[in-house]
């Protein structure tokens, strides 16, 4: 691998870094890469001042049909609430650009906010939205070099976890590359090869189903 064809443009590299979340297993069409799914989250946040104190929650909500949601509520330091739940398996569109909520989650989020907090009822909502979280076949991230593609590498499918664990990762991944071995964490766990690569026929199934999400909701 010398390095990737942008636009038209070849770019040369001496290391390539897949990172692309869900959408990290479209490398399959050219590469042995395991496969990787997208399990779509939506979000809402409000607007809410100074009334949320800055204290994370994570909570067990029931709704009202009897079905169980796990909802997180992040208050930010302007004056914004994040607050996310609702995962689905919904298909992963290979242009990000279209992503876009499950038709009635938002309403659902937004009834659930109602419930759990006077202030969340009573906010502005600045924007929603949905995201689909890279997960793997065994729900461990894809971290190391791909089998067979001397200079290439993986960073992928830490399902919820990913902003928490970049820092990490993208250390790791330096020293990988730079180095050809980590110091600080073993990536054995992590490795590609520990998973059977995708067949690219199968590429049409993963994009119309995101298979095995379930056992990764959070």
């Keep these: 691998m010398v390095g990737v064809d942008l636009g038209g443009e070849?770019?040369?590299?001496?290391?390539?870094?897949?990172?692309?979340?869900?959408?990290?297993?479209?490398?399959?069409?050219?590469?042995?890469?395991?496969?990787?799914?997208?399990?779509?989250?939506?979000?809402?946040?409000?607007?809410?001042?100074?009334?949320?104190?800055?204290?994370?929650?994570?909570?067990?909500?029931?709704?009202?049909?009897?079905?169980?949601?796990?909802?997180?509520?992040?208050?930010?330091?302007?004056?914004t609430t994040y607050v996310c739940a609702i995962s689905t398996e919904s298909p992963l569109p290979v242009d990000p650009a279209s992503v876009v909520p499950d038709d009635g989650a938002i309403d659902r989020l937004k009834a659930l906010c109602v419930r759990i907090s006077p202030v969340l009822a009573g906010s502005r909502v600045l924007t929603s939205g949905a995201c689909h979280r890279p997960i793997t076949e065994d729900g461990l991230p894809l971290i190391g070099a791909v089998p067979g593609a001397r200079g290439v590498y993986v960073a992928t499918g830490h399902s919820v976890w990913g902003i928490l664990n970049a820092p990490a990762t993208a250390e790791a991944m330096a020293e990988l590359i730079l180095d050809g071995a980590t110091r600080e964490i073993d990536l054995a766990p992590f490795d590609p090869a520990r998973l059977s690569p995708l067949d690219p026929g199968g590429l049409v199934t993963l994009w119309d189903r995101s298979r095995h999400a379930s056992s990764c909701r959070r």
């Excluded at 069409?29 to 939506?42: D, T």
């Excluded at 994370?56 to 796990?70: H, K, N, Q, V, Y």
């Design 10 to 79: 070849s770019v040369e590299a001496d290391a390539i870094v897949i990172a692309m979340g869900p959408w990290s297993g479209l490398a399959a069409r050219w590469l042995s890469f395991p496969a990787v799914w997208g399990l779509k989250g939506h979000s809402i946040v409000f607007e809410t001042g100074a009334l949320i104190p800055p204290e994370a929650l994570f909570l067990e909500f029931e709704e009202t049909a009897g079905s169980t949601l796990s909802p997180e509520v992040f208050p930010r330091p302007d004056g």
